[in-house]
């Protein structure tokens, strides 16, 4: 916010609710008026309160990040702790100023600015018509957006959604997959892949970690997928893998078993992509057709239920395959008598399995004993089926 009658609102509120002066890190009083010319927020926070002690080290990151790069903002700390002491060693992580300890007062300030739970970031603004204004809180907008969000006002969060709507939609990869210093993606040995290699194949986002077992399971299924495309339709499918690791050694050991390509994992892409696509759990796959654009948001689901048959995984060749699959099940019996096992197979449909006839793999349609462990390939149930149905 530029100019200082703006921020002189804000003094003079403050000075209203009983505010007469702040006290800077060092515990030195500091002059209200030192905000004014100043971007102002207030931060609303507590030591006894989890969340907040996870959230401070990431706005103390931006806060400083934003100073380093010229941005007249200030914040101040108003404690909700228990005591003084508390209210002391909380502080003593944060680089700006504090409310002084006082229960009364920040009584007043939570009531004035609506506050029902913290970590709370209010940002103060100035507007023509309706004068002295504060937005809503910004801490989900800092935590999703970090130093992009400032000054984190309702009128920033628009113009962040619109920018991810158009990566989103807007179907060129390297505006999706890459930034202003990076232009490509990087395999397990470090090797630097172009982005624009991958125009015209279709590619899936791999959204995962190595701390998380259902993705090891489903790795295995993608990379078998993955695999056979790549002897069948040599140069037709890529992965991506956006990491949701927690340090950069749990990046390297998922992507060194991995076949595919990755984001590198000091890239903040990987948020942001996970932002702009509402990633919510893991393991996750979304399927980028042939222009860029999302063609399926449950990729995993596909892989898990056709593998590779469904490819290139649009909703017509999945409809292709379910069709087929109908057929193929319609011309089967629903149960035989196979004279290497003593008990009736029904006829079921699994995504994979062992035959014990020929121990290769299978999918689909299957033959299954339904009171112990034994399956066969339709192709491997023996000619003695006359009490097949």
């Given at each position: 916010m530029?100019?200082g009658?703006?921020?002189?609102?804000h003094?003079?509120?403050?000075?209203?609710?009983?505010?007469q002066?702040?006290?800077?890190?060092?515990?030195?009083?500091?002059?209200?008026?030192?905000?004014?010319?100043?971007?102002?927020?207030?931060?609303?926070?507590?030591?006894?309160?989890?969340?907040?002690?996870?959230?401070?080290?990431?706005l103390v990151?931006?806060?400083?990040?934003?100073?380093?790069?010229?941005?007249?903002?200030?914040?101040?700390?108003?404690?909700?702790?228990?005591?003084?002491?508390?209210?002391?060693d909380?502080?003593?992580?944060m680089?700006?100023?504090?409310?002084?300890?006082?229960?009364?007062?920040?009584?007043?300030?939570?009531?004035?600015?609506?506050?029902?739970?913290?970590?709370?970031?209010?940002?103060?603004s100035?507007?023509?018509?309706?004068?002295?204004?504060?937005?809503?809180?910004?801490?989900?907008?800092?935590?999703?957006?970090?130093?992009?969000?400032?000054?984190?006002?309702?009128?920033?969060?628009?113009?962040?959604?619109a920018?991810?709507d158009?990566?989103?939609?807007?179907?060129?990869?390297?505006?999706?997959?890459?930034?202003?210093?990076?232009?490509?993606?990087?395999?397990?040995?470090?090797?630097?892949?172009?982005?624009?290699?991958?125009?015209?194949?279709?590619?899936?986002?791999?959204?995962g970690?190595?701390?998380?077992?259902?993705?090891?399971?489903?790795?295995?299924?993608?990379?078998?997928?993955?695999?056979?495309?790549?002897?069948?339709?040599?140069?037709?499918?890529?992965?991506?893998?956006?990491?949701?690791?927690?340090?950069?050694?749990?990046?390297?050991?998922?992507?060194?078993?991995?076949p595919?390509?990755?984001i590198?994992?000091?890239d903040?892409?990987?948020?942001?992509?996970?932002?702009?696509?509402?990633?919510?759990?893991?393991?996750?796959?979304?399927?980028?057709?042939?222009?860029?654009?999302?063609?399926?948001?449950?990729?995993?689901?596909?892989?898990?239920?056709?593998?590779?048959t469904?490819?290139?995984?649009?909703?017509?060749?999945?409809?292709e395959?379910?069709?087929?699959?109908?057929?193929?099940?319609?011309?089967?019996?629903?149960?035989?008598?196979?004279?290497?096992?003593?008990?009736?197979?029904?006829?079921?449909?699994?995504?994979?399995?062992?035959?014990?006839?020929?121990?290769?793999?299978?999918?689909?349609?299957?033959?299954?004993?339904?009171?112990?462990n034994?399956?066969?390939?339709?192709?491997?149930?023996?000619?003695?089926?006359?009490?097949?149905?």
């Amino acid at each position: 916010m530029e100019g200082g009658e703006e921020v002189k609102n804000h003094v003079k509120m403050m000075q209203l609710a009983g505010v007469q002066s702040l006290l800077s890190n060092g515990g030195k009083e500091v002059p209200l008026s030192s905000i004014e010319g100043k971007m102002t927020c207030l931060f609303f926070s507590a030591h006894w309160c989890m969340p907040c002690r996870n959230f401070t080290p990431k706005l103390v990151q931006i806060y400083t990040m934003l100073q380093n790069t010229g941005k007249n903002i200030e914040i101040i700390f108003i404690s909700l702790d228990h005591d003084e002491t508390s209210f002391l060693d909380h502080f003593k992580s944060m680089p700006w100023l504090a409310l002084p300890f006082n229960t009364s007062l920040r009584r007043k300030l939570c009531n004035h600015f609506g506050v029902e739970h913290i970590p709370a970031l209010i940002p103060l603004s100035v507007t023509p018509s309706s004068g002295l204004e504060f937005d809503e809180d910004a801490v989900k907008l800092v935590e999703e957006y970090g130093a992009d969000a400032y000054p984190f006002s309702a009128k920033r969060r628009g113009e962040l959604e619109a920018m991810d709507d158009s990566r989103r939609q807007g179907g060129k990869l390297q505006e999706l997959l890459g930034c202003k210093d990076r232009d490509h993606v990087i395999n397990a040995d470090g090797i630097k892949i172009s982005i624009a290699e991958l125009a015209g194949k279709t590619v899936g986002l791999y959204f995962g970690a190595h701390w998380c077992p259902p993705c090891h399971s489903f790795m295995k299924q993608l990379i078998e997928a993955y695999n056979e495309l790549t002897i069948l339709r040599p140069g037709s499918f890529e992965v991506i893998f956006i990491s949701m690791d927690r340090s950069k050694e749990e990046f390297q050991a998922s992507l060194s078993v991995m076949p595919w390509l990755a984001i590198p994992y000091s890239d903040t892409s990987r948020q942001d992509l996970t932002r702009i696509f509402a990633i919510k759990g893991i393991p996750a796959l979304l399927i980028l057709g042939l222009d860029g654009k999302v063609l399926k948001t449950d990729g995993r689901t596909t892989i898990s239920t056709y593998g590779a048959t469904a490819f290139p995984f649009t909703e017509s060749r999945v409809s292709e395959v379910d069709e087929a699959l109908k057929k193929e099940g319609d011309n089967l019996p629903r149960r035989v008598n196979d004279p290497r096992h003593r008990h009736e197979l029904e006829l079921d449909m699994a995504k994979a399995y062992i035959c014990d006839e020929c121990q290769q793999k299978g999918r689909y349609w299957v033959f299954s004993c339904k009171q112990c462990n034994f399956d066969l390939h339709p192709s491997c149930v023996g000619e003695s089926n006359d009490d097949g149905i």
